[in-house]
């Protein structure tokens, strides 16, 4: 005959219920072992099918035409940098210049206007507010090819064809639309009494933006400046249209993504292609370096709205 010791206040369904629990635990974590290979393996392959790439495209920058065609990932035969200064002489130099030309003005100008923008739809009630933001927002909607004979004309008109200074203002605004869908969110939750406390100081609306709001909004800032630095810097569509020579005197002011087509397009039936991979790889570079340079901020300021 057994015996069985009860503890006070201890039930026999309390007793079957902690073997239940431990059950339902076990199994529990069972199926967050199976979620997490699940969640880890795609992760990795995902990362594969991405790396991949661009791994060929810099080992094809270091091999000769027939070792490309031979094999896709095998390693060149001789180490040497002939295919980028190749690249460089037959005009990506002049088209990484151009590029760089436009968006020294067009990301700061698209970060400036688009944050001011965004803090007073944010912070300041007035009547139509809602019906501006709808109207920026609207404009991240429609794709860019919908309005590019209307912008062409328009950009003419202005004799901004072929131009820095217009594809500049193009370029912002083909950005506002996300960066105040994105920043109004973000001023959005940052605290209130820090406002007051500057507007009781007596300080202007200009200085809370500047030396107040901007600071606060930095992680932000840094990660819709990012993705406005991609989107620029890979944008075809654009400059194709507007960076074309309208003369025969005009001068050819390619970008980068115009630069690569021309540059395949310049080789004929003589095929380099080590120059075109190794003009590709100039264009992947910087924007590799500057995504991996300012990841952490990326994530920072994308999780920051919603844990605030």
Not at 226 to 239: A, D
């Amino acid at each position: 005959m057994t015996t069985v010791i009860k503890a006070p206040g201890e039930s026999a369904a309390e007793r079957s219920g902690g073997a239940g629990t431990g059950g339902e635990r076990g199994a529990g974590r069972s199926e967050g072992m199976v979620l997490n290979v699940f969640s880890h393996g795609f992760l990795i392959l995902w990362a594969v099918l991405i790396v991949l790439p661009l791994i060929w495209l810099a080992l094809g920058s270091f091999k000769t035409d027939a070792q490309i065609g031979g094999s896709a990932l095998s390693w060149p035969s001789n180490w040497n940098f002939d295919a980028f200064g190749r690249a460089w002489d037959k005009g990506i130099g002049d088209y990484f210049a151009n590029t760089l030309i436009v968006m020294v003005f067009s990301v700061p100008l698209t970060m400036l206007l688009g944050s001011m923008a965004a803090y007073v739809l944010a912070r300041y009630p007035f009547s139509g507010n809602r019906f501006l933001y709808y109207f920026f927002v609207s404009g991240a909607m429609f794709p860019v090819f919908l309005a590019l004979v209307p912008l062409f004309f328009m950009v003419k008109r202005f004799d901004m064809l072929n131009t820095y200074q217009g594809l500049i203002l193009v370029y912002v605004a083909y950005s506002m639309p996300f960066t105040v869908f994105f920043m109004h969110s973000f001023f959005r939750t940052l605290p209130t009494a820090v406002h007051e406390a500057a507007v009781i100081d007596g300080a202007s609306d200009t200085r809370i933006f500047f030396q107040v709001m901007v600071p606060m909004a930095r992680p932000g800032l840094i990660s819709v400046g990012i993705f406005n630095v991609l989107g620029q810097w890979n944008q075809y569509i654009l400059p194709s249209v507007l960076m074309q020579p309208q003369t025969g005197s005009d001068p050819e002011r390619y970008l980068l993504t115009q630069g690569l087509i021309q540059l395949q397009q310049q080789q004929g039936y003589e095929t380099d292609l080590p120059v075109l991979f190794a003009g590709v790889t100039i264009a992947m570079i910087p924007m590799l370096v500057v995504y991996l340079s300012f990841q952490r901020q990326i994530q920072a300021g994308l999780t920051s709205a919603t844990l605030k």
